[in-house]
């Protein structure tokens, strides 16, 4: 072996070691009998209200929950929806015609296949009635080095999605998410790669999410492999067939924030930019349980017509969502979020689009009513008025007056000051 083979073998394995995907070992769960933790599903008029978790690992990757174990804990917990969404990095290769590969554990290598993990969750998925469990994936569908030899400095380390509706190996195989990364330096690829990634699964008819948006994850290894994440926020708005990001919680600081990249997007989709909403969804990314985390650390609440993942999907395709996190938020549903230019509108229409010709009368409970730090009424990216408990009733007579479109969206902060919880919007635009 020359020195360079050397050289690269070196750096898949320091590769191999830091990237995160080593295969974990499997963690048991401890039988319990005892009532779930939560209330899975809720039912309200026509409603049925679900209880989400939507991005989660198995053995099939890092997660140390078999696919068996984790859909029991999913009971245990009160989880009535869950996305089983394990990483597909199985190997890393460096070198033109990818010479050296090291195998990371993730579905897609050899000791695996996307063909045996795209099977068992199919076949689970049909097989288990309680949760609903739908099959996905977590891929990081683009990576690039700027390092010249002997250094390897990759970037978009952490620019990960979750993907629904790739859900066999044909499909899998014909996304355009190369492998790989060469030896020398490749200039930053700009938005494309990604942008040509979405497009295809949506073009596929299936569903795509950005996510932990502001990760910024850097490591480095030996002096040798720096892995850079950097913030990928700019990803959110700038990939304009994306069909949601995880708000929460890995995207409270910027990208939820009033006038983050989330509201920018509902506001291109307003101007003609963007085809379709961008919707927000709270997600777990569970691995395993020695973690402070659980099935809840992000929740996704699907307002649904029937209980069945074809109406998840629907849900997740339309913005029937609210994401949420934390103690304050674990046991109750929004059960009133509307807008309205007549006295009396009791509904939700998350994610709807609705005309109406004089001011309107925003309004927004709790199933239950609990005090909270703050609770922001939100048009446009800005706060536009705010209360001490968990209702909001608010007349806007400048948008009306003003006449543009707009979109209103609550957010609850709990009054733990860690507890959150996001609404998606409703669009307004105006009969004359
Ligand atoms: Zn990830």
Redesign the pocket.
């Given at each position: 072996m020359g020195n360079k083979k050397i050289q690269a073998l070196m750096i898949v394995l320091v590769l191999a070691m830091g990237c995160g995907y080593i295969h974990q070992e499997r963690i048991l769960l401890t039988k319990s009998k005892a009532p779930p933790e939560t209330t899975p599903v809720y039912q309200m008029g026509d409603w049925v209200i679900a209880r989400g978790s939507v991005h989660n690992h198995t053995t099939f990757s890092d997660g140390c929950r078999s696919p068996e174990d984790l859909i029991q804990q999913a009971r245990n917990e009160g989880i009535a929806v869950l996305g089983i969404t394990d990483h597909r990095e199985g190997r890393t290769c460096v070198g033109k015609h990818h010479e050296i590969c090291a195998n990371m554990g993730g579905f897609d290598s050899k000791k695996v296949g996307t063909e045996k993990y795209f099977e068992q969750i199919n076949r689970l998925s049909s097989e288990t009635e309680s949760p609903l469990v739908l099959t996905g994936f977590?891929i990081g569908p683009y990576m690039w080095n700027e390092g010249y030899f002997p250094y390897l400095t990759l970037k978009a380390t952490?620019w990960?999605f979750t993907v629904y509706g790739i859900d066999t190996p044909e499909l899998y195989a014909k996304m355009p998410a190369p492998w790989g990364i060469l030896m020398k330096p490749q200039p930053d690829p700009g938005i494309k790669p990604y942008a040509d990634f979405v497009n295809y699964v949506i073009g596929q008819g299936g569903l795509v999410f950005q996510?932990?948006p502001e990760s910024t994850e850097y490591q480095r290894y030996y002096d040798l492999v720096y892995l850079l994440a950097a913030a990928p926020t700019h990803l959110t708005d700038n990939l304009l067939n994306l069909t949601g990001v995880a708000v929460i919680p890995s995207g409270l600081n910027q990208v939820g924030q009033p006038a983050g990249e989330w509201d920018r997007a509902q506001a291109q989709y307003l101007a003609g930019i963007r085809e379709k909403p961008l919707w927000a969804t709270g997600d777990s990314?569970f691995e395993c349980p020695d973690l402070p985390y659980n099935l809840r650390t992000g929740t996704t609440l699907f307002y649904l017509k029937s209980l069945s993942k074809a109406e998840v999907f629907k849900a997740m395709r339309a913005g029937k969502m609210v994401a949420l996190m934390g103690n304050d938020f674990q046991d109750i549903f929004v059960s009133n979020f509307s807008v309205s230019d007549q006295p009396g509108a009791e509904k939700i229409m998350l994610g709807e689009e609705v005309k109406l010709n004089g001011p309107v009368d925003i309004r927004f409970s709790l199933n239950k009513e609990i005090p909270v730090q703050e609770a922001k009424l939100i048009r446009n990216g800005k706060v536009i008025a705010t209360s001490k408990t968990s209702k909001l009733e608010f007349r806007d007579e400048d948008a009306f007056k003003k006449g543009a479109p707009v979109f209103y969206r609550v957010e609850l902060v709990g009054e733990d000051g860690r507890s959150r919880l996001f609404t998606n919007p409703i669009f307004v635009d105006w009969t004359r």
């Open positions: 977590e952490h990960h996510a932990h990314d």
